[in-house]
């Protein structure tokens, strides 16, 4: 492999790894709202309307929509209609265990555990 390649592949390989922590970085600043977080809390469980989430969430309705749509948009949440209803829900497991693992890490803050594997 020729060094011009070699400096091509180091380049590109140094990109996506950019990429991949920009990308990381806007999933937590999704997640780093109450709302948002207690909305992909609930869809975790599983698919769920507007009305069961605004109840899970005891958040304004609009205020749930807007969430919503911002999940939606950044392809974190699908939707499919059932009659008049919008049914939410996760797009991926790795959303429901990232929530599942930050809500564990706030058990061990608020409750003084010892860390572990």
Do not use: F
């Not at 140094?14 to 999704?30: K, P, T, W």
């Not at 605004?54 to 969430?67: D, I, K, L, N």
Request: avoid cysteine; glycine fraction near 6%.
């Amino acid at each position: 492999m020729s060094s011009g390649t070699e400096v091509a592949d180091a380049h590109r390989s140094q990109q996506r790894a950019e990429a991949r922590l920009d990308e990381a970085v806007a999933v937590l600043a999704l997640l780093a709202d109450r709302t948002r977080l207690a909305l992909l809390e609930r869809l975790g469980r599983g698919e769920a309307d507007v009305t069961t989430l605004t109840e899970a969430t005891g958040a304004a309705r609009p205020s749930v929509s807007q969430h919503l749509a911002k999940l939606r948009l950044a392809g974190m949440v699908t939707t499919r209609k059932d009659g008049r209803r919008v049914v939410y829900s996760l797009r991926h497991g790795h959303l429901r265990r990232l929530v599942d693992e930050a809500l564990n890490v706030a058990d061990h803050q608020i409750g003084h555990l010892p860390p572990h594997d």
